[in-house]
């Protein structure tokens, strides 16, 4: 080979590496690139931009991985993990140039800047897959937070009676798996380097990423007034539970101090314990009967107009009766009433 051959040999495996490189990038966002002109000889990447761009990449890759919804992908996960890990290495290496000395570090860059122009062209497919996930991420996280709460609220219903509840769960749920189901399907062709289908003449197109995206911003509206709606509804159960305790646990109080301290009680003490205990007895029962209704029918204006109604029953009671036995519960040493 004569000297002047060697420097046209060398600048052709360059022209060639850097039209796969080029072609590669293209298949990443969608483009077709322009062909180089003939007998040009196209740049190679700079190190130190390179360096950047694929650390972006790595650490876009490495925390669209360590999502909590990402697992249920784990074609994705497993894309994303192992794209991350191979761009953390390239980086390490990139850096690792530093400790060469001045004879080994030419050719130790050159390989480093070959790796890297590979690295960058080398998974358009997980590219893609991240994008439809990045796009998706803000209500996918949504959905399957609501998904908990719906879940713990309704429970709370359901142990009251509330046998509604897990019927409009149920149907929730179902929508939510159509939207998870569509977007595994979507990444998965992604991955496998198909291509969406393309946008019919009469509309947009109904793929898979579409119908994602579609069902997952479904989810997310009916998910936030479902949950509302489970939430006052147990709300409202739990509050009638709490307060029938605390009245229950306000008469023992005074039946312990009248049984301690009766010369210390005034008549009307007396009998604001048998009104309570009375209380107990009748309009209690009904009161009671009716917030079941309305947690077993899931209906919140119900639940919440049942609680207001047994509130604004108990509460008085609970105070009249504090006010009547607490010196003497006091002077007897039974001290203060339990919350």
């Given at each position: 080979?004569?000297?002047?051959?060697?420097?046209?040999?060398?600048?052709?495996?360059?022209g060639v590496l850097a039209v796969v490189v080029a072609w590669s990038l293209a298949a990443c966002g969608g483009e077709t690139?322009?062909?180089?002109?003939?007998?040009?000889?196209?740049?190679?990447?700079?190190l130190a931009t390179l360096r950047s761009s694929l650390e972006a990449e790595q650490r876009r890759l490495g925390l669209l991985a360590g999502r909590?919804?990402?697992?249920?992908?784990?074609?994705?996960?497993?894309?994303?993990?192992?794209?991350?890990?191979?761009l953390a290495r390239w980086v390490a290496d990139h850096d690792a140039l530093a400790d060469f000395d001045a004879a080994s570090a030419p050719a130790a860059r050159a390989r480093v800047l070959e790796q890297g122009e590979t690295l960058a062209g080398g998974a358009p497919q997980a590219a893609a897959a991240a994008d439809l996930v990045e796009l998706l991420a803000a209500r996918i996280e949504r959905v399957y937070?609501?998904?908990?709460?719906?879940?713990?609220?309704?429970?709370?219903?359901?142990?009251?009676?509330?046998?509604?509840?897990?019927?409009?769960?149920?149907?929730?749920?179902?929508g939510v798996a159509v939207a998870?189901?569509?977007l595994r399907r979507s990444l998965e062709d992604r991955l496998a380097g198909k291509t969406p289908a393309a946008a019919p003449a009469d509309g947009p197109a109904i793929n898979d990423a579409a119908i994602a995206y579609t069902n997952y911003g479904t989810a997310e509206t009916e998910g936030e007034t479902l949950f509302k709606d489970l939430?006052?509804?147990?709300?409202?159960?739990?509050?009638?539970e709490a307060r029938r305790s605390q009245l229950d646990a306000r008469i023992a109080w005074a039946e312990r101090?009248?049984?301690?301290?009766?010369?210390?009680?005034?008549?009307?003490?007396?009998?604001?314990?048998?009104?309570?205990?009375?209380?107990?007895?009748?309009?209690?029962?009904?009161?009671?009967?009716?917030?079941?209704?309305?947690?077993?029918?899931?209906?919140?204006?119900?639940?919440?107009?049942?609680?207001?109604?047994?509130?604004?029953?108990v509460d008085p009671r609970l105070e009249a009766l504090t006010r009547a036995f607490l010196e003497p519960a006091r002077a007897v040493g039974l001290g203060d009433p339990p919350k």
């Open positions: 080979m004569t000297a002047a051959a060697a420097p046209r040999r060398a600048r052709g495996r360059r690139p322009a062909a180089p002109a003939a007998g040009a000889a196209a740049p190679r990447a700079d909590s919804f990402i697992r249920r992908f784990p074609e994705a996960a497993v894309a994303f993990a192992t794209r991350s890990a191979a937070g609501l998904q908990g709460a719906i879940l713990d609220r309704a429970g709370e219903i359901t142990r009251r009676g509330g046998g509604d509840a897990q019927a409009r769960v149920d149907a929730w749920n179902a998870e189901q569509a939430d006052a509804v147990a709300g409202a159960a739990i509050d009638v101090v009248a049984a301690m301290a009766k010369d210390k009680l005034s008549a009307g003490a007396l009998a604001e314990l048998d009104r309570a205990r009375t209380f107990l007895a009748s309009e209690a029962t009904a009161l009671v009967e009716t917030a079941t209704k309305a947690v077993a029918a899931v209906s919140p204006a119900r639940a919440r107009e049942a609680s207001a109604a047994w509130a604004a029953a």
